[in-house]
């Protein structure tokens, strides 16, 4: 019977005797028992036979979730940020020069942010764990897959050898493997690829093309104790030129995950000292060099500074990401990516003492320190003007080879 039916018995019948025996009576019993059963059931669930929904109080409906909004918000970024690169790399496949775009305040504040000095010390304590016999060739041989490592330079070729990842990275090579040039007078530090070079102009170094950063961040105040042949001048530039007549020329190379990880003496020269800063250890791959201004001034670096036969010569090693080791074989007080150290600070040692008034001397292609992955190693250095550069932008380059001549 209809719910009309129900409703006009029960508004004809209601209150007599009459009511209790005819059919409607039970029809109403019924509904009113089901209606009393679906109050009772609560409101955030009820089941529909086929699947569960929910009905929760709107209230719920604008509470935070922290965790999806950051992935969401994170990944669509990301998302966005490839989608820039591959867009980029198109245009320039065209032939279009594409002006860098550089990363604002706020996004450079929070890439600093992140914790990577704590993530590169936990990485490194990774890398030293003594791999299992079996598992050293397969863990070995996914890194050389992935990165191209090239294992016939290496002096020891069986992967057996190396107790852990740090020990691969930090592999030596066959004496034959990287002859030094010997008709150059500035050879290739390591293995990597040429950033940028050029000369020093205004006191600013070209990071990449169109992104520069201040000469005097990077290096550090001049308050070192070397007598100049002239009084200080104003630029920070014309205070490391020595020489009347003379230029200052930069060079930067990239050492990627696969490339040979130790760096030697680019020239005969010697170093009088070593500044070193702590700092962030942020990407330093040409991507992030493109898009962070003075990216090389707010990571953890090693100065080492001296003197050629030209006259000022420097060689920095640039940490970065799970590269919180600089290793320098002459410097055992030296100690990088450590808690004792604040970001902001630099501390100094001078190499110059009575019992040594020289230095150390380093003779052109001799074993100066190394890396654990890879980094960026930056050249700063005087001399004459007729100084010429055998490279060019972008191309890969092995230790031992010409980087200028006169």
Request: charged share 20%.
């Amino acid at each position: 019977m209809a719910a009309s039916g129900v409703l006009g018995c029960v508004r004809s019948l209601r209150g007599g005797v009459a009511w209790r025996s005819s059919p409607c009576y039970y029809e109403y019993t019924a509904t009113r028992h089901f209606l009393g059963t679906l109050q009772k059931l609560p409101l955030q669930a009820c089941n529909t036979g086929v699947r569960k929904f929910h009905t929760a109080p709107v209230r719920s409906l604008f509470l935070l979730r922290p965790v999806p909004i950051l992935l969401a918000t994170g990944g669509g970024y990301a998302g966005y940020r490839q989608y820039e690169k591959y867009r980029d790399r198109k245009l320039e496949k065209l032939g279009l020069e594409i002006p860098p775009k550089l990363a604002s305040h706020w996004e450079v504040s929070l890439y600093k942010s992140v914790p990577t000095r704590l993530l590169s010390r936990a990485c490194g304590r990774l890398n030293q764990v003594e791999l299992p016999y079996w598992l050293r060739r397969p863990v070995y041989s996914l890194y050389i897959w992935t990165f191209g490592v090239n294992m016939t330079e290496a002096a020891v070729e069986d992967l057996h050898h190396y107790r852990n990842l740090s020990e691969l990275f930090r592999r030596k090579l066959k004496p034959q493997a990287r002859p030094v040039c010997g008709l150059h007078c500035v050879t290739s530090p390591s293995d990597g690829k040429i950033l940028t070079f050029g000369q020093v102009k205004n006191s600013e170094v070209e990071q990449v093309k169109g992104v520069t950063y201040s000469l005097e961040s990077f290096l550090g105040p001049r308050a070192f104790t070397e007598d100049l042949p002239f009084p200080p001048a104003s630029s920070f530039r014309n205070q490391l030129v020595t020489r009347e007549g003379n230029e200052l020329y930069h060079c930067v190379i990239y050492l990627a995950p696969g490339d040979y990880h130790c760096f030697h003496s680019p020239t005969d020269w010697t170093v009088s000292h070593r500044r070193h800063f702590p700092g962030s250890l942020m990407s330093v791959n040409p991507g992030m060099a493109r898009w962070i201004k003075e990216l090389f001034c707010h990571n953890e670096r090693v100065v080492l500074t001296g003197d050629w036969k030209h006259g000022f010569f420097s060689l920095t090693a640039v940490g970065a990401t799970n590269v919180g080791s600089i290793h320098i074989h002459f410097d055992r007080d030296l100690h990088t990516n450590s808690p004792r150290y604040s970001k902001g600070s630099y501390n100094d040692l001078s190499f110059v003492t009575h019992a040594n008034k020289e230095g150390i001397l380093l003779r052109k292609g001799e074993p100066l320190g190394e890396f654990n992955l890879g980094s960026t190693i930056v050249l700063i250095f005087e001399a004459p003007k007729d100084f010429n550069f055998r490279l060019k932008a972008g191309q890969k380059i092995r230790f031992g080879e010409a980087l200028g001549s006169l």
